[in-house]
Structure formats: C-alpha cells, structure tokens
C-alpha cells in the first residue's frame, strides 16, 4: 500500500507539471494537430506513392523495401511535422519539451513497425509493437521507474526459487519473442534446405524437423533461464516425469521413434506408391506420428509409424518405378491355345500405360476345370496413377481380340444324361479331364 500511495502521488506530481499548464496544453493540441495533418496529408499521396513504386521500381528486392518503408509514411510525415513545431517553439524561447517526447516516441513506432514486419504472426506482431511501444512512452514521460519499481516489489515463490512480476512479465515478452524468431529461422533453414538437390525428400524432412526441434528448444530454455529458472532443478523433474510418461505413453512414443527411423533408413519416403494394412496410394507426407498414404478414392489414410516399421510394407517403388502385373485369363479347351497367347501380348500393347520394354509376355499357367489357365504379364511405370485402370485397358483389348479371332471364353457347363433304369445318373464334363460320375438313387 504505501508503493501505491508513492506512486499516486506520483503521477499526481506529473499531472500537475506535465499536462495541467497552459504551455503543455498547447503542446499536446500542436501533437493532435500534427497527428491530424499527417494522416490527411498521407492519404491524399500515399497510395500514388506506392503505385508509383510497384510500376517503375524493377528489383523485387528493393521494390519490397520501399513498400516497406512507405507503409510506415505517416509516422514519418508526422515526425516531419513535430520537429519542424519544435524548432518553432524553441525559437520561441519556449522548451518544446513535449514535442521532443513524442519525437521520440515517434522514431520508436517507426523502428518497431519495421521490425515486427518481418514476423510471420500478425497478431503477434502488433502486440508486441504495442507493448514496446508503451514501455518507451512511459521511458520517456518518466513514469516507467516508478512502476517497475512497483512491479519488483511483488514476488512470489515456488520452492527455493523467488520471482517478481517484474521478472515474470520480462520472461513472458522474451519467451514470445525468442519462439517468434525460432519460427522465422525455422522457415528460413526449411527453405534453404529443401533447395538443396543432393539431399533425398526424407533426409530433408528429417533436417528440417531436427532444426525446428533444436530452435524452438533452445527459445524456450532462453527464456526459461531469463526469469530465473534453475535448469538444474528442472532436468531432474524433467527426468522423473520423463520415465512416468514414458509408460503411460509407449505407443506414441514408440511413433515418434519409428519415425526418426524411418526418415534415417530411407525405406519409405514421401512420393513412394506403398501399400500396407490393405491400404494402397501414394506417400503424401511423414510426419513425427505418423504417414498420410492418399489413395486412388482421395482418402488420406494416417498410418502410424510404428505400423510402418514392425508390420508388412509393399514399397512398389523403392528402388525401381517399374511394376509388373499378373492378369488372369481363361479359355475354353476348344480353342488354339497358342493364337490365344499371342492374342494376349497384342492385347497389352494396346493399353497405353503399358510399357513396351520390358515387353509384355503371355504364359500357359496350369488346366482348371472348366478352363485353360492363361496369364498376362505386363509392366508399368506410374502405380502411384492407380493399377485398375491399366487392367481394365487389357482385359477389354482382350475381349475385343478373342471376339474377332474366335478364341471362347470358358464357363461351367452340366449334362444330365437320363439313362433306362432305375437310377438317375449325373455326369460333370470336364474338358480335357476324365469326367466323374455322382449316382444317386431316384426313379425313372
């Protein structure tokens, strides 16, 4: 109480000294009138100013800076403005020392607004020019001494350690500040590595994510070192939290590790046509957790990493983009069996993803019941495009070709044969097979 008390009668000083005088109410209407004027004045050549600029400026480079520099134009027309209202005070013989205050404080909004321009967060950007922006006005009335003051005079403990609010509001506005600039070199280095040709797609995700890892740990340890924090203290809580989690959280854990593997020995990468689980598509991304698969449906399926490791993966593209394809074929016992193959390699070469080397190939695979068993061997290129549309192209230039050339398709067939007696006799035909006979007792 007696620290608010001071700090009352405080202000009640600055009031009185500051602004409750006639030469200080004259300086604050010359601020507003500046203030006033500039703004007219910047809206008026402003926005001719900037479309001048992105006509006839060429460089991408400098016409970003000017652009830069134009939008903070108003605070600097009204900067202008208070110096020129100053040196008319001054000659004057009156002490412009209110206009040389918000002088200043107009030099600081121009600094912080170029600065926090380069912030990725917007938001972010404009609370922290505003709270920059606060603490030099109060630097420059003379009232920050006397509220930092009070500020240190609150503390707080937890454990053997002792925090003011002082202390906490600094660690608050460095930690924000620290993962702000964590955040933009964290861009910048994902940038520049996913430049560089050399470095396979899954070396650079696994770079990229150890530097984010690495950046935003060393902010956050910053800050937590400014405020006081014993980092001591803290590894050894760390480490026995560390092993409670630890069981609570084995399989997420156990993700997170299989991911790092995963990006380390190359097996799966993003672009790669995999199939795992009954899932088959393309590798969109690999993250900490887990790998979106998008398949030829446009589901995007998240499979876990530790499935990727411990379970059965399909790489179709690991080490070659070629595939190649079985495609089933019947024919009936009746027909020529080798124009059928021949038909069958004609077949392939017109389907338009079918490469023609190595050249697609016809085999005599075995004599089924009702049909001889034919198989199809083509190879492709692209399995990330799907694999049933190149089937599809086959199997209807096969239909088309055995239609015209008379090669019959085969399909189960019966004959009930009635002889005399008192038995009913069932056979089976199996072309190309002696034919089995099932009796059953019946009449005539």
């Not at 009635?418 to 019946?442: A, I």
Request: glycine share 10%; aromatic share 8%; net charge neutral.
């Amino acid at each position: 109480m007696e620290q608010l008390d001071r700090i009352v009668a405080f202000l009640g000083q600055w009031l009185d000294a500051n602004v409750l005088n006639w030469l200080m109410a004259v300086q604050w209407g010359v601020v507003a009138g500046c203030l006033v004027l500039a703004a007219l004045l910047w809206r008026t050549v402003g926005g001719q100013a900037v479309r001048l600029v992105e006509a006839n400026v060429p460089g991408a480079l400098v016409r970003s800076m000017l652009t830069a520099l134009l939008g903070v134009g108003a605070s600097v027309l009204f900067l202008v403005l208070l110096r020129a209202s100053a040196a008319v005070f001054t000659a004057a013989d009156f002490s412009p020392w209110l206009l040389h205050a918000a002088s200043d404080l107009a030099v600081a909004w121009i600094a912080i607004r170029l600065l926090t321009g380069m912030m990725v967060s917007r938001s972010l950007a404009r609370a922290v020019a505003v709270t920059v922006w606060t603490v030099a006005a109060m630097s420059v009335f003379g009232l920050l001494s006397p509220i930092t003051d009070f500020l240190q005079s609150l503390s707080f403990s937890v454990g053997d350690s002792t925090f003011t609010a002082l202390g906490a509001i600094k660690g608050f506005l460095l930690a924000g500040i620290c993962l702000q600039v964590a955040s933009v070199a964290a861009r910048f280095a994902e940038g520049r590595i996913h430049t560089v040709a050399d470095l396979s797609p899954s070396l650079q995700t696994l770079l990229v994510k150890t530097v984010k890892v690495a950046l935003f740990t060393t902010a956050i340890l910053f800050a937590l070192s400014s405020v006081g924090i014993d980092l001591t203290n803290l590894a050894i809580f760390s480490s026995a939290l560390g092993v409670g989690i630890g069981f609570g959280l084995r399989t997420i854990i156990s993700n997170y590790v299989a991911g790092v593997l995963l990006l380390l020995d190359h097996s799966i990468k993003p672009g790669d046509t995999v199939e795992v689980g009954g899932v088959f598509g393309v590798v969109r991304g690999m993250h900490s957790r887990y790998t979106t698969v998008l398949t030829r449906d446009g589901k995007e399926f998240l499979v876990p990493n530790e499935q990727l490791i411990s379970g059965e993966v399909v790489n179709w593209t690991h080490s070659d983009t070629n595939v190649r394809l079985k495609i089933p074929v019947g024919v009936a016992y009746g027909s020529d069996v080798e124009k059928a193959l021949a038909l069958l390699e004609q077949a392939a070469q017109a389907a338009p993803r079918v490469l023609r080397d190595p050249a697609p190939a016809a085999r005599l695979m075995g004599f089924g019941d009702s049909s001889v068993d034919l198989e199809l061997r083509v190879w492709i290129a692209d399995a990330e495009k799907g694999l049933g549309s190149v089937r599809s192209d086959v199997l209807l230039a096969v239909w088309k070709l055995f239609h015209e050339h008379g090669v019959e398709f085969p399909f189960p067939q019966r004959d009930v044969l009635l002889k005399p007696g008192s038995n009913l006799s069932v056979t089976m035909n199996r072309p190309g097979k002696t034919g089995s006979t099932d009796k059953e007792d019946g009449g005539t």
